[in-house]
């Protein structure tokens, strides 16, 4: 009686998936299930709902549960609607010394959102995140696959200005 | 071999061995939490940490291989220091509330924090609270206190085979549950309460009725399915308050299934019966034993003179005690009657002369789980037999090759190498063509075969079932309940056996309850005496008694109108009949209809007794507490019985003088079903006009206990075990839609239903649940029957 959820899947995301499960031996499917979160987060706007996490474990065999725990383990899927631009900013230490505080109240101030928050336009959100490896040009933020560095109030608004 | 020293101690072990299983092995104490030895090892509590010598910093017990001249110290100073310290940190979140949580007492936190940790906390800060979770009927939750070992995720994924329960976040953010609001569903859900090594997953029914140091442990068994389980009951001043699994590696190993642990709670049912009763003149009314017992006997006698014995029969359950049995066949023999019968659930008897002295798994449940190749005809394993269905799962995850015929898609826990769904009608031309696969490829042979299987082609399938079981070392073909209960039972032994000849297999039976061997062995058939004698002229059979009809009838522990294979049949038979004398622990509208007298009888927990299991295992058991009120134990009715009817051989004054009078001459037969069938003349294969009928026992439904199980009756396998089910396109062609109110109709007799699609069920055929309002009124389990929409 299980109702199989695949069809929520299109065939592009599926065959990105196969190519997920090439890389992994048969009979280890599941393996690919980060790949496969990945794939159906940025099919749908950038976050998961349950019922495509539900349609990842029927494709790759597993149990739903399973899917929940790698889902919310990791910080990079994102369980709730999320803006068309993702502000990422790091708070962590060197960002911190380096004035990430005011970056973010900078951010909070000009898009009037909190963190997990999203503009009401649906453009912006806003999330706080752990060190991504860039202390070398504190303070930092990533949006999408870009990372913005040694950040200037002045400069985010440039750069927020120039996202379309 | 290894020789390590623990504590300046040598021991010898196996290379690859874990530390912590050398020091089980040798009482050495160890504290851990994560660590379980029926689950893989995690790691993750690290309460565990040793000291060992020339290791820098102190190891994991539970994940620390050991080496030939390791040097461990659990209690040295640095050892102690570290158990101290991980303590302090697994207290930091925990609440430190044990008085007013369910499992202070016996809480495995607790006794390590009072041996391990320090008297006070030093933590200040603001502890983590999780919000509890609703898994269901059976298990509550006190998720603060967990202290995510793992241990209950563990045992979804490993053991129980469906993951339900998982860790979602992370670090501080971890929680424990089912992350969407779902019931647990596993038939074997019961266990994690007693993994958990906290109070946060506990036994709901139970919940806050007793403390562990007041009560006391009995043994016992569970008699709800073949296997068996060993069970200790809690008792607290003569009451049951709560099951939990007796360890016995043969039998359960550390498990229960949920059915075994919860259907304690009949025992204080709202419709136990307490005290005798009678009907006069169409009056029930309540008596003493001694007026209920002349009344009782001076019925049957009537009866007898009236109509001869062979007009009283009687319907006995497997789930009785083997001393039960043997009286209450003793009692009917005694009288000149060999209707006696304990299998309501079989339809074809026409080769029971051919059954085996009693049906059995024919192997050791240890012995099962090391098949390499297994054929499942005719049983949803999973529900029927929980922990045989573990053992074959242990079977399949090690690369055994399963195969099941069954009548519906059947859902698994286990990897399936096949599955044939075959419609009642097909069964037989499905298991001659598995036959005629073998046949043409096994070495072996079996006489009269070529000309039975002549015109039988073979399927792809059919092949590949018969390749499996011809690879491998150990195989098993087991007949399952669905398959006993199939019209014809008697074709599906034969080719059954047939196959397990041709490929070298054991043949086996699933046993429908804890004493279904016992109640064949103490000749509870109407065709064999006791030991499986044959009797000259046998008796009629459970089928014959209630679809004839019989002056009189003798029931003991047995709902005939709800759990015989032709429920209406029974209810027509026993209403009729002159005199019904019912043995029974509870009363209910039907027996008020049709008994005469109500004697109220104790039940498994409050009776001394021996169980035979499947495997041919026995054991015997004291009553754990004493039966309620006027409730006597059925050997001791039977007893007086045996009295009043002046009969030699009734002067037992214990349970334990029959059982040692049995057991020499008992316990020597072994479980052998092999050779135990005879070929068909022909195979017949039955037509069907309309919609074939599948019925199925669902698991909270099998025995007068778990149906008045009121836990069990709120869980999801029994609240889907109702309507009728049917595919969308069978469906479609009779113009019902899901949900529909529907009308059932078996030649003259007709339920009222729902319809419930269920893409399991194979085409032109509707699965029906036995014992639910919505069957009971129907003639027989198997046969045509039609649906049609009511609007
Ligand atoms: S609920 Fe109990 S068994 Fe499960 S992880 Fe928590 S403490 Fe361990
Ligand atoms: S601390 Fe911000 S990037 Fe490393
Ligand atoms: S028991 Fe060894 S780490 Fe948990």
Not at chain 1, 93 to 116: E, N, P, T, Y
Not at chain 2, 671 to 680: E, M
């Amino acid at each position: 009686m299980t109702e199989q959820q695949t069809s929520l899947l299109s065939a592009e995301v599926c065959a990105a998936i196969d190519r997920w499960i090439a890389k992994y031996p048969p009979e280890r499917k599941s393996s690919a299930v980060m790949g496969a979160l990945r794939v159906v987060q940025e099919a749908n706007d950038g976050w998961l709902t349950q019922a495509l996490m539900d349609a990842i474990a029927d494709y790759l065999e597993m149990d739903a549960i399973s899917v929940y725990e790698v889902a919310t383990f990791y910080s990079m899927y994102e369980l709730k609607p999320v803006g068309k631009h993702k502000i990422c900013v790091c708070t962590n230490v060197s960002c911190m010394l380096c004035g990430s505080d005011d970056i973010v109240a900078h951010l909070r101030k000009k898009l009037g959102i909190g963190f997990g928050e999203i503009t009401t336009d649906g453009k912006f959100s806003l999330k706080e995140v752990e060190c991504l490896a860039a202390c070398g040009n504190a303070p930092m933020m990533q949006i999408g696959h870009t990372y913005y560095e040694n950040l200037t109030p002045e400069k985010v608004d440039e750069i927020l200005a120039s996202l379309d | 071999m290894a020789t390590i020293e623990i504590d300046g101690k040598s021991y010898e072990a196996q290379p690859g061995q874990m530390l912590i299983e050398i020091a089980d092995a040798n009482g050495i104490d160890i504290p851990r939490f994560c660590y379980h030895k029926k689950l893989s090892v995690a790691a993750n509590c690290r309460m565990c940490l040793v000291e060992v010598e020339r290791a820098p910093k102190p190891l994991p017990a539970c994940a620390t291989p050991i080496m030939d001249g390791m040097k461990v110290y659990t209690k040295s100073s640095k050892a102690l220091a570290a158990q101290n310290a991980v303590m302090e940190f697994l207290l930091i979140n925990h609440p430190l509330d044990c008085p007013i949580c369910d499992q202070g007492g016996e809480c495995e936190l607790q006794d390590i924090a009072m041996g391990y940790g320090q008297d006070v906390s030093r933590y200040q800060d603001g502890k983590r609270v999780v919000t509890d979770k609703n898994l269901g009927p059976l298990i509550a939750t006190e998720m603060t206190r967990c202290i995510h070992c793992t241990r209950c995720v563990r045992f979804g994924e490993e053991i129980a085979g469906i993951k339900e329960l998982g860790a979602t976040g992370r670090g501080e953010h971890t929680r424990i549950g089912t992350y969407v609001e779902k019931t647990v569903n596993s038939e074997l859900s019961g266990n994690v309460v007693d993994l958990c090594p906290v109070g946060a997953l506990t036994n709901k029914p139970f919940r806050f009725s007793a403390r562990a140091w007041e009560m006391q442990q009995r043994v016992g068994v569970s008699v709800h399915d073949g296997v068996g389980a060993s069970v200790y009951y809690h008792t607290r001043r003569n009451e049951v308050m709560r099951v939990i699994p007796r360890e016995n590696e043969t039998v359960n190993e550390t498990w229960l299934a949920d059915r075994d642990r919860y259907s304690f709670s009949a025992l204080k049912a709202e419709d136990r019966l307490t005290q005798p009763m009678i009907k006069r003149d169409g009056q029930w009314q309540a008596v003493d034993w001694e007026t209920a017992l002349t009344f009782a006997a001076d019925g049957l006698k009537q009866a007898v003179q009236k109509h001869g014995a062979k007009q009283v029969g009687s319907l006995v359950s497997p789930t009785s005690t083997l001393e039960e049995l043997f009286l209450l066949q003793k009692l009917m023999r005694g009288m000149g009657s060999s209707n006696i019968d304990h299998r309501l659930q079989q339809l074809d008897f026409s080769d029971q002369a051919q059954a085996p002295v009693f049906p059995s798994l024919g192997q050791s449940l240890t012995d099962f789980e090391h098949s390499d190749a297994v054929l499942v005809i005719g049983s949803h394993l999973r529900k029927e037999q929980p922990l045989l269905n573990l053992r074959l799962r242990k079977a399949a995850m090690r690369g055994a090759k399963c195969a099941f015929v069954n009548p519906v898609a059947y859902e698994f826990n286990l990897p399936v190498a096949q599955q044939l769904v075959v419609t009642p009608n097909d069964w037989v031309s499905q298991l001659a063509g598995i036959a005629k696969a073998l046949q043409t490829s096994s070495s072996n042979s079996v006489n009269g075969l070529d000309s039975l299987l002549q015109n039988v082609s073979v399927s792809a399938e059919q092949q590949a079932v018969a390749d499996a079981l011809l690879s491998g070392e150990r195989k098993t073909v087991l007949v399952g309940q669905l398959a006993q209960s199939h019209p014809q039972f008697a074709s599906l032994r034969a080719l059954a056996g047939a196959i397990a000849q041709l490929s070298g297999a054991c043949l086996s039976y699933t046993n429908a309850a804890g004493n279904t061997s016992g109640a064949w062995l103490t000749g509870c058939v109407p065709h064999r005496a006791v030991g499986g004698q044959a009797e000259s002229a046998a008796g009629k059979n459970a089928l014959e008694m209630l679809s004839e009809g019989l002056k009189a009838y003798i029931l003991m522990g047995v709902e005939p109108e709800l759990e015989s294979c032709v429920p209406a049949q029974a209810e027509r038979a026993l209403k009729q009949a002159e005199f019904v004398v019912n043995l029974t622990a509870f009363r209910s509208a039907a027996m008020d209809a049709y008994a005469d007298v109500l004697l109220p009888i104790a039940l498994s927990a409050e009776t001394s007794g021996t169980y035979v299991n499947m495997a041919g295992t026995w054991q015997s058991v004291a009553a754990a507490v004493k039966a309620p009120a006027d409730v006597r134990p059925a050997w001791k009715v039977l007893r007086v019985f045996g009295n009043l009817f002046d009969l030699a051989g009734f002067e037992y004054e214990d349970s334990t003088q029959i059982q040692a009078e049995l057991q020499p001459q008992l316990m020597s037969l072994v479980a052998d079903n092999a050779g135990s069938w005879k070929l068909p003349s022909s195979l017949d294969t039955a037509a069907s006009q309309g919609l074939q009928a599948i019925t199925e026992l669902p698991i909270y439904a099998v025995d007068m206990v778990v149906r008045r199980t009121a836990a069990l009756q709120d869980t999801q396998d029994a609240l889907s075990a109702k309507g009728v089910h049917l595919s969308a396109a069978t469906a479609a062609s009779l113009k019902i839609t899901d949900g529909q109110a529907v009308q059932v109709q078996q030649g003259a007799n007709t339920v009222a239903s729902t319809a419930v699609f269920d893409e399991r069920v194979p085409a032109a055929c509707v699965l029906l649940y036995a014992a639910q309002a919505d069957s009971t009124a129907l003639d027989s389990w198997f046969g045509d029957v039609s649906v049609k929409p009511v609007d």
